[in-house]
Nanobody, 119 residues
Framework: EVQFVESGGGLVQAGGSLTLACKASGLHFEPYAIGWFRQVPGKERLGVAC????????TYLDSVKGRFTISIDVAKKSGTLQMNSLKPEDTAVYYC????????????WGQGTQVTVSS
């Protein structure tokens, strides 16, 4: 079973930045994709960004394009989501997961990390 640990969330003012980190374990196949998802209470989990380890190709939710940047460290089986120019609507619990390609629907999740952006 693949497991994930997300970290880096916090409380920031609108316009601020945060960097989220994802560490995967039990991942024994290559190539793979790491994706970030976010969820607010009562709403469905939504894909935010994804990166494919094979060639570095990325996909982003339209509302975060130009503000968020996803990266991957294949050897460490870890990923990073750099979030700039944060907006209150970015407030959510952020999760990472793994798939075979971008985009994908996540199956395994970590505890998530809370991102709160104040006005």
């Amino acid at each position: 079973e693949v497991q994930f640990v997300e970290s880096g969330g916090g409380l920031v003012q609108a316009g601020g930045s945060l960097t989220l980190a994802c560490k995967a374990s039990g991942l024994h196949f290559e190539p793979y994709a790491i994706g970030w998802f976010r969820q607010v209470p009562g709403k469905e989990r939504l894909g935010v960004a994804c990166i494919f380890s094979g060639d570095g190709r990325t996909t982003y939710l339209d509302s975060v394009k130009g503000r968020f940047t996803i990266s991957i460290d294949v050897a460490k089986k870890s990923g990073t989501l750099q979030m700039n120019s944060l907006k209150p609507e970015d407030t959510a619990v952020y999760y990472c997961s793994v798939g075979t390609y971008c985009p994908f629907n996540g199956i395994y999740w970590g505890q998530g990390t809370q991102v709160t952006v104040s006005s």
